[in-house]
């Protein structure tokens, strides 16, 4: 039968890993890329995100520019003079 384990030290324990942390992965190259290769399959790198984001904008930039082109037009036929 699986023990269970006492919700105050689990408790304890998150609440040390959050004040501990910082320091432990700024003073401990090996530990930061541990915690790094645990997390790579769920979250993107910077790299990784900036590459989605760049092309996400490619793909929107021709709707966008389609958008300047029509208000421009519309705009074009506000300011022309009438009766020409």
């Known amino acids: 039968m699986p023990v269970c384990p006492d919700p105050r030290t689990t408790e304890d324990l998150k609440e040390t890993i959050k004040r501990e942390l910082l320091g432990l992965l700024c003073g401990d190259p090996a530990l ?7 997390t790579r399959e769920t979250y993107a790198d910077r790299g990784q995100t900036e590459d989605r984001f760049d092309r996400i904008l490619e ?8 958008r300047e082109r029509k208000l421009k037009e519309q705009n074009g036929r506000r300011l022309a003079p009438r009766g020409a």
């Open 59 to 66: 793909e929107l930039r021709p709707d966008r520019e389609a």
């Open 32 to 38: 930061r890329w541990f915690v790094l290769d645990l």
